[in-house]
């Protein structure tokens, strides 16, 4: 593994083009080990495409991606995710007939330890591997106070716990980066808060970095070390919420529209 | 652990069924009620109960459509075949013979599926449908012109006919074209029927229920999240779709063991629907109620021959009842109350 100065992910000359629409271009930046960094801009601005891009959904039509110092070029989502980058999804995208428990239980999947004729032979490895993750489950779960809604069938959930489950399916996959893609979208004011809490426990237990594109002005400065601000597919901005509050060009594209 | 008592449960509640079916059988041998028509129809109920627990591995688990399964039934059915008749001076025992026949039957069907499957099932779309139909089509043409003998010298094969195999005059043909087998030797019974079925039932509950089983139901939920999720989607497609294609397979030799002569054109198109009816009117998914559906829909036709002139008639509002009581919620519901009720009674 690469030296702690090495960033999680550096992307370099980053762009995607659908047909004649330029989507992304020239994306540079660096995410430290641990870092909370904010992703933010107008509504179709490329922060969605970005995610997809990172985790390989679509195939950059240009530049470079370094997960910790290695190129990922080539890979596909699954091998994106092994390497180590999990996400969660703006249109929350569940396993919907599957439990609470299962759901997370499919992020645990290549930590399980056991063949499928081990499990069809339910040989001891299938008993002992399935109690670990069971228990491995509920304690990912305990995070937000979901493990007593473990049997229910996620499609039937609440829409916030929906997107805390999506989060705790992508932390149990054991990034070293995490991507939330509007983690606080159709929550409440007070679910709002309690999520910004828990990101910043995980970040702080798991010591993952974690990327978060999100439209709540007060989370994203709440919570972010760093800020990047793209707006018509490229960057316009990047700084601490300090600097990026005080931003003209940010003003002026994303939050100056706000104040009307 | 809630969650795997709920699992468990269906489990053995299918296991029962199995178990409740043997038993009455027996009774009604014992006590020579069993008529004979019904005694004919046993190893096809088991056969297309297998076909359906099959199917319902891909249609319900895997959420894949496939259209050719009789295609894997016609591959186990006639290696089964060819296997059993040419083991049929080497080997004495009967329990023996079928039991190679199975694995040989279900082998083949098993590399048959690896073929189509690999390729097509790398493509996202649902391509999968339309390439089995076309391979239960080729399936069922090829066999059509197959001719295959034996003699002294061994296993001889020919596409042309009967004459180009070129056997001694004591030879024995097998396979012989459009006529499919002749002259089998039937080695398929009721207890080994209900023993295929019970290991079936082993094999795809506990996948089902393991690891594997778990990241097929995910990839059918949602095919991104998995991707995303750190899942080998084309792989775990493979696997739900190549073990269903064993299976089957292994239905096809228990099946076509019964007969003494099976032609090719019993593992056709309509044979592939009616196991998907099977499996839809038993609600997508569900095993119990796509054993029960196979079962029920595999005895029916033959029961109603006495009112002849409303037979098909019956069949219908049969099929209609049976599908409004397994898909629609109301009537779930209405069950379940009264289940309750009864049992509420009853205690
Ligand atoms: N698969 C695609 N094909 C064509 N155009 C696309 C595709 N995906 C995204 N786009 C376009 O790229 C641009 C950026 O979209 P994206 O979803 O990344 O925006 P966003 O910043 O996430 O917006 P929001 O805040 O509304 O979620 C939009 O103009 C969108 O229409
Ligand atoms: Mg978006």
């Not at chain 1, 985790?55 to 699954?78: A, F, H, N, W």
């Not at chain 2, 894997?72 to 059993?84: N, P």
Request: net charge neutral; glycine share 10%.
């Amino acid at each position: 593994m690469a030296d702690k100065k090495t960033p999680v992910l550096e992307t370099k000359h980053l762009g995607i083009d659908f047909g004649g629409l330029t989507a992304v271009d020239e994306f540079n930046i660096e995410v430290e080990h641990g870092e909370i960094k904010g992703l933010i801009g107008p509504n179709g601005a490329g922060k969605t495409t970005i995610f997809n891009l990172l985790t390989k959904v679509y195939k950059p039509s240009r530049g470079m991606i370094l997960l910790d110092g290695t190129d990922t070029q080539g890979m596909t989502p699954e091998k994106v995710n092994r390497a180590g980058i999990a996400r969660t999804f703006q249109n929350i995208r569940l396993f919907d007939k599957l439990t609470v428990e299962e759901n997370v239980k499919i992020g645990l999947h290549n930590h399980i330890n056991y063949s499928s004729i081990e499990g069809v032979l339910r040989l001891p490895r299938y008993w002992s591997e399935e109690k670990k993750a069971h228990e491995k489950a509920l304690e990912l779960l305990d995070i937000f106070e979901m493990s007593d809604m473990a049997g229910d069938v996620a499609g039937s959930l609440p829409y916030g716990a929906q997107r805390r489950l999506e989060i705790v399916r992508a932390l149990a996959t054991e990034p070293k980066l995490l991507l939330l893609d509007e983690p606080a979208a159709g929550m409440n004011p007070s679910e709002t808060e309690e999520l910004m809490n828990n990101i910043r426990k995980i970040r702080d237990e798991f010591g993952i970095a974690i990327m978060l594109i999100e439209h709540d002005m007060k989370l994203v400065m709440g919570i972010c070390e760093n800020i990047v601000v793209v707006n018509f597919g490229k960057i316009i901005a990047k700084g601490t919420p300090a600097e990026i509050q005080s931003n003209d060009d940010v003003i002026e594209a994303y939050l100056g529209k706000r104040k009307g | 652990m809630k969650k795997l008592d709920k699992n468990a449960k269906t489990a053995f509640l299918n296991y029962g069924l199995v178990a409740v079916f043997f038993v009455a059988v027996e009774i009604m041998m014992a006590t020579g009620v069993m008529t004979n028509s019904f005694k004919g129809q046993l190893i096809p109920i088991i056969s297309y109960v297998i076909m359906a627990l099959a199917l319902n591995l891909v249609v319900g688990i895997s959420g894949e459509l496939s259209l050719g399964h009789a295609g894997f039934m016609s591959v186990g059915a006639f290696t089964g075949v060819i296997v059993a008749s040419s083991l049929q001076d080497s080997i004495g025992a009967s329990p023996l013979r079928l039991l190679i026949a199975i694995l040989a039957g279900a082998l083949t069907a098993a590399i048959a599926g690896i073929v189509i499957g690999i390729p097509v099932l790398r493509l996202g779309g649902d391509y999968l449908a339309i390439v089995t139909l076309a391979f239960g089509e080729i399936i069922k043409n090829v066999m059509n012109c197959m001719y295959v003998g034996v003699d002294s010298k061994g296993l001889h094969m020919s596409l042309m006919d009967a004459n180009s195999l070129g056997m001694e005059p004591t030879g024995r043909m097998i396979l012989n074209g459009p006529m499919g087998a002749t002259g089998i030797k039937k080695i398929s019974g009721f207890i080994a029927g209900i023993i295929l079925l019970l290991i079936v039932l082993v094999i795809i509950q506990n996948l089902v229920g393991s690891r594997t089983g778990r990241a097929i139901k995910a990839i059918r939920d949602n095919r991104i999240a998995a991707e995303a999720s750190g899942l080998n989607v084309t792989k775990y497609r493979l696997i739900a779709f190549v073990t269903s294609a064993a299976i089957a397979g292994s239905a096809g030799v228990l099946y076509a063991l019964n007969y003494s002569t099976v032609a090719p054109k019993k593992f056709d198109f309509n044979t592939s629907i009616l196991v998907l009816v099977f499996v839809v009117l038993g609600g997508i998914g569900n095993m119990t109620g796509a054993m029960i559906a196979a079962a029920v829909l595999t005895v029916l036709p033959e029961m109603l021959r006495q009112f002849q002139d409303y037979r098909m008639l019956v069949y219908a509002i049969v099929l209609i009842v049976v599908m409004i009581a397994t898909n629609n919620e109301k009537v779930k519901a209405l069950f379940a109350k009264k289940e309750k009720g009864e049992a509420k009674a009853n205690g």
